[in-house]
Every structure is written in C-alpha cells, then in structure tokens.
C-alpha cells in the first residue's frame, strides 16, 4: 500500500488538540497539548543529539498482516484518555456555570416539593415604617379637647373658646395644609367628644351625656340631631364627675355605619340604628367598675378599659351585661382608655405611662402584657389604625409610637414634639398620617 503524505498531514491537523477542543471556550488548553501528538510519536524515534521538529513526519508501515488500529502506540492511547477526560470535564463546567449563572430569558426549575408558578409560603418580611416626621401649626388661639380623622381628605375636632359653655367644631378636607386648611363648621352643637367612623358620619356626646349625629360634618346644611339616653342611677359617677368623663375619641367607638359602641356616665352604650339615633344600655358602670373607654374592631367584639385596672370584652355587645366579662389586667391602676385595629390586637394604656396589650383579647382569660414607654407621666390618648402603627400622646408634649405594639419598650419611641404644652387627643387615619391637637390651639402633624 503506498502512502499518501498529503492525506498524512490533513489527518495529522485534524486531530490536533486545538482543532478537537478549540470549541470549548470553558476549558483552557494546557501549553503541551499545542504540539501535535504525532510529532511527539516521531520525536520519541529521533536519535540523540537530533532537533525536534513540530513537522509531522511520515509513520512507519505496519507489520505485514495486522492493523494498526489492533496495536495502538502507548502514547496514542495516553493522548486519547486526556481527551476524554478533558472532554467530560468541559462539559461538566460548562453546565454547572450555566446552572449557577442562567443567561437572560432562562428560567430556573422550582424545587420539587412546590409546584411551578406557586409562591413560596412565608412571606418577605414588611420593611419597617420610617420614623414619622411632626410639624406643630398654630391654629386657634384657645385649647383643642379632641380630633378625629376617618380619612387623611377630612379631620374634625372640637374646640373649647375661653367663652364658658361654648364649644366649637372645625373641619378640613387637608389636615396636614397648615392652619388655612380648617375652617369652622358650618352647624354647631354642644358636642364635646367626637368621633367619625366616615366622611359621611359623626356621632358625639354633648357636655350634659346626650348623644348627637351628623350626616354631613363638612356640609352647610346638614344639623345635629340629639337623643338622650338615660343611665340607672348608681352608676360608677355622676357628670362632672373627673374619673369617669369621656377619656377622647376612644370613648365612642364605631366598626361600621350601622354600629357603635360609647361609654356615658361610666356605662356602655349601643346603638344600631344610627338613622333613628336609637341608643340603649348595655352595662351599667359600678362603684367598682367604671367604664373609661371602648373599642370595637369589628361589630361583634367591643373591649372597654376600666378605671379599676379591669377590662370587659364581650362578643355581642349589644346583648344582656352579662355578656361582658372582666378581666383585672393592671391591678388597681386606672386604665384611661383603649384602642383595637383587629380582632388579634388591643392596646389600652393606664395613668402610669404603661401600655397594655393582648392578641387574643376575644378570650377575656387571656395574658395582657404591660410595657412602660413613658415613664410615670400619664398617657393622654392612643389611636392604633392598624396592627403596624400605634401612636399616644402625653400631657407633657410627647407622641410615643410604636410600628410592632407587642414588641416591647424598644419597639416604642419618644419623640418630643411640642415642647411642655399638654396633648390632649392624637387620630391616625393611616399609618402615613397621624394628628394630634394640644391646649394651646395647636395641630400636630405627623407624616
């Protein structure tokens, strides 16, 4: 057979390492397989002493009746095994590269145990909210006794002039726009806590314990409508009497338009038709047991604060009294009020700067936990519109908030607002808006 030296060298490129491998471009190609392995073959039968030459050199015929492929070259074989190696090798890290780094596009499998698409079933953790910034705006020149905002687009609250027995009612559409934005209301009552469950709806107690409505609070002619209510005698106090008087918006507490709940003369009252202003008695206050605040987060949960450290819940508050039950959560230390965003979080606060806290105040047995976040300065007010955001004030000028209520002292933060000057009632309609109002005629915005 004769030989092709032609056929030899394109045989030689072919197999050349660089021409088997130059495609994988994970795999970088060591220095000595750039020569080709046939040269290295002739080199091994070059005699001392002569140069190696890289020029593929024709290889010696085969024995006379074998195959040269029976008999492969120890080298040849050596040179093959690196190959494969080298091959499988590649592939490998190619493929772990392109797992640990998926291009654009690429979509990544779900583990086996949750199905493609699904979410996974905890969720990311809510950033927490950023510290609220207060801006104090002088508006009237006499005290505020309360506000009450049911949206961030309307805020009402009341005011008492130096004039003895009047009371005044102001409105905004922006609580936050400075003092332009509130303006007196156009109807006035006696009213002199308040609260407003919407824009559409305001329910107060007036001066002398009667309850008055409002269907139009910013309007120029809707009028207050006043039904009394009467309380058995020998309640917990009489009018007038100061452990027992309305403790802010706290005291009248409304879930929906067709219910709410408020606390007269130390009593619990309830009506469910507002429209007729139809009110009845539900639990009459004690020597005892004096009722302080109420707030009901959903029509049938309402949890009232009591002035002797108990608290009384109860799961149809418009039933007979014996469906609330008392619950001693603060000892003998007057609790001052109460607020309720669900049905897994109360936070009453107590005339020692404690606030008081449940997840389960369905469950009348259930533990309260006490925080002190003021010091032994009495907390005036709390508004919780949500289980993210509370905020209470003092009678000192400070607004103490908390975004996790149940966290502890750390989780509370006082911030000093308003100087010395007393703050008598605090209303957040969201947890991007709080207001307070103080005795010196002032709003306080927090954003």
Request: proline residues 10%; hydrophobic residues 40%.
């Amino acid at each position: 057979m004769r030989r092709c030296p032609a056929c030899q060298g394109m045989a030689l490129r072919l197999t050349a390492p660089e021409e088997l491998f130059g495609a994988l471009l994970l795999l970088p190609l060591p220095g000595k397989l750039t020569t080709p392995p046939h040269a290295v073959l002739t080199a091994a039968h070059l005699g001392a002493g002569q140069a190696l030459s890289t020029v593929a050199r024709p290889r010696p015929a085969p024995r006379p009746g074998l195959r040269a492929l029976r008999h492969p070259n120890p080298m040849q074989a050596v040179a093959a095994g690196v190959a494969a190696v080298a091959v499988v090798a590649g592939v490998a890290f190619g493929v772990s590269r392109i797992a640990a780094h998926p291009g654009p596009g690429s979509v990544t499998p779900a583990p086996a145990s949750q199905p493609v698409g699904s979410q996974s079933a905890t969720p990311s953790p809510t950033p927490p909210a950023a510290p609220m910034t207060w801006t104090v705006t002088s508006v009237l020149s006499y005290q505020w006794q309360t506000v009450t905002c049911p949206s961030v687009d309307f805020c009402m609250g009341v005011a008492f002039p130096p004039s003895p027995d009047e009371v005044l009612q102001y409105v905004s559409a922006d609580p936050a726009g400075g003092a332009a934005a509130w303006t007196i209301a156009a109807n006035q009552g006696p009213v002199a806590m308040v609260m407003c469950p919407t824009t559409n709806l305001c329910v107060a107690t007036d001066q002398g314990g009667d309850f008055d409505e409002i269907t139009d609070p910013a309007g120029a002619t809707s009028i207050w409508s006043m039904v009394q209510v009467s309380v058995a005698d020998g309640n917990a106090c009489s009018p007038g009497q100061s452990s027992c008087s309305l403790g802010g918006p706290a005291a009248i507490s409304c879930p929906s338009p067709d219910f709410c709940a408020a606390v007269e003369e130390g009593a619990i009252v309830t009506s469910t038709d507002l429209a007729a202003a139809a009110w009845s008695v539900e639990f009459n206050g004690t020597p005892s047991l004096a009722v302080t605040g109420v707030s009901c987060p959903t029509p049938d949960l309402c949890v009232a604060s009591g002035y002797d450290g108990e608290v009384l819940t109860s799961s149809a508050p418009t039933g007979a009294a014996s469906t609330w039950t008392a619950n001693d959560i603060d000892g003998s230390t007057p609790l001052l009020g109460i607020s309720c965003p669900t049905v897994t979080l109360c936070v009453a606060f107590d005339q020692d700067g404690d606030v008081l806290t449940s997840t389960d105040p369905r469950n009348a047995s259930s533990p309260w936990t006490v925080t002190n976040v003021d010091g032994t300065t009495p907390l005036t007010e709390l508004s919780c519109p949500t289980d993210g955001l509370c905020a209470a004030v003092d009678d000192q000028g400070d607004v103490i908030t908390s975004t996790d209520p149940t966290g502890g002292a750390v989780d509370w933060t006082t911030s000093d607002v308003d100087g010395s000057t007393a703050l008598k009632a605090v209303s957040c309609p969201t947890v991007d808006l709080c207001l307070a109002v103080d005795g010196n005629g002032n709003v306080v915005v927090g954003t």
